[in-house]
């Protein structure tokens, strides 16, 4: 979603997409595109069980996780 306005984390950059969780106005240094939610709310998902981890998610080097 395209909106105009500040960026409800840093304050300073102009907001160009808002958080599909939270709703928050965020600039694209603080918008995960490829999960359609803020930064803020991306550190959150981190914890919830039915969010599978993503190659991106992963260290230099290692393929699986164990919990």
Do not use: W
């Not at 907001?15 to 991306?42: F, P």
């Amino acid at each position: 979603m395209s909106v105009t306005g500040l960026c409800e984390i840093c304050e300073s950059a102009t907001s160009e997409d808002a958080c599909d969780l939270c709703g928050r106005q965020v600039c694209e240094n603080h918008y995960a595109e490829s999960d359609g939610i803020c930064t803020a709310c991306l550190g959150d998902a981190g914890s919830r069980p039915d969010r599978q981890p993503t190659s991106d998610d992963l260290p230099d080097g290692v393929d699986t996780y164990e919990f």
